[in-house]
């Protein structure tokens, strides 16, 4: 199932944040090699985790199976803060959301589906709290995986060339692109409204 949880409720669920961090460590450190900090519990974290972000968890038996991390782009983010020059200046809306650290467990019973099912709940994330754009900086691997999945972003700036190129793009987020990507993931679309509405306490369809 998808999981909407902000840092401050991580801790009500140890098992799934002890494993989200410890898979984001082997994904960006130790199989892709970046500067990133591992502590000695093995988790990965940097000061973006500390401002309170939203994680969409895909969640297989308890554990982390798939993450990404949302923060607005009113307050700090990676993108303003380190590839502002990649998006043509800082992106500062209400209405754009910057998201990181999309991370599939090597653990995952059905990692193709586990992408998939992150990349719906990320539309669903921005239909239900009617934004416009996801914003996010990518390496060249990504492009090919964006594709598959069926949700392109919008490129707008890159730097460096073939494989060791990274770039900014814009997701668009709207009800097209969120149905497109509940057949993708083989999710119907009532089951990840669902899921969203569990979440932020809206009001559930009642059950005959």
Same mark, same amino acid.
């Given at each position: 199932?998808?999981?909407?949880?902000?840092?401050?409720?991580?801790?009500?669920?140890?098992?799934?944040?002890?494993?989200?961090?410890?898979?984001?460590?082997?994904?960006?450190?130790?199989?892709?090699?970046?500067?990133?900090?591992?502590?000695?519990?093995?988790?990965?974290?940097?000061?973006?985790?500390?401002?309170?972000?939203?994680?969409?968890?895909?969640?297989?038996?308890?554990?982390?199976?798939?993450?990404?991390?949302?923060?607005?782009?009113?307050? %700090?983010?990676? +993108?303003?803060?380190?590839?502002?020059?990649? &998006? $043509?200046?800082?992106?500062?809306?209400?209405?754009? /959301?910057?998201?990181?650290?999309?991370?599939?467990?090597?653990?995952?019973?059905?990692?193709?589906?586990?992408?998939?099912?992150?990349?719906?709940?990320?539309?669903?994330?921005?239909?239900?709290?009617?934004?416009?754009?996801?914003?996010?900086?990518?390496?060249?691997?990504?492009?090919?995986?964006?594709?598959?999945?069926?949700?392109?972003?919008?490129?707008?700036?890159?730097?460096?060339?073939?494989?060791?190129?990274?770039?900014?793009?814009?997701?668009?987020? %709207?009800?097209? +692109?969120?149905?497109?990507?509940?057949?993708? &993931? $083989?999710?119907?679309?009532e089951l990840s409204q669902? /899921?969203?509405?569990?979440?932020?306490?809206?009001?559930?369809?009642?059950?005959?």
């Amino acid at each position: 199932m998808i999981r909407y949880i902000y840092a401050d409720d991580l801790a009500r669920y140890p098992a799934l944040r002890n494993s989200m961090l410890r898979d984001r460590a082997t994904q960006f450190h130790d199989r892709l090699k970046w500067e990133v900090t591992v502590d000695a519990e093995g988790f990965e974290q940097d000061q973006y985790d500390a401002l309170n972000p939203l994680y969409v968890i895909w969640e297989e038996g308890g554990l982390h199976g798939g993450s990404m991390r949302f923060l607005p782009t009113t307050g %700090d983010t990676m +993108v303003n803060d380190h590839f502002a020059h990649l &998006a $043509g200046g800082a992106i500062t809306a209400p209405g754009i /959301w910057e998201t990181t650290r999309f991370c599939v467990s090597p653990g995952s019973a059905n990692k193709a589906r586990a992408a998939n099912v992150l990349m719906m709940a990320g539309g669903q994330l921005g239909v239900g709290f009617g934004l416009s754009h996801s914003i996010g900086v990518f390496d060249a691997r990504m492009v090919r995986i964006y594709r598959q999945l069926g949700w392109e972003p919008e490129i707008l700036g890159a730097d460096g060339t073939g494989r060791d190129a990274i770039s900014a793009g814009l997701w668009a987020f %709207d009800e097209a +692109v969120l149905t497109r990507m509940c057949l993708a &993931a $083989g999710v119907s679309r009532e089951l990840s409204q669902l /899921w969203f509405d569990r979440a932020f306490g809206l009001a559930l369809p009642k059950v005959a």
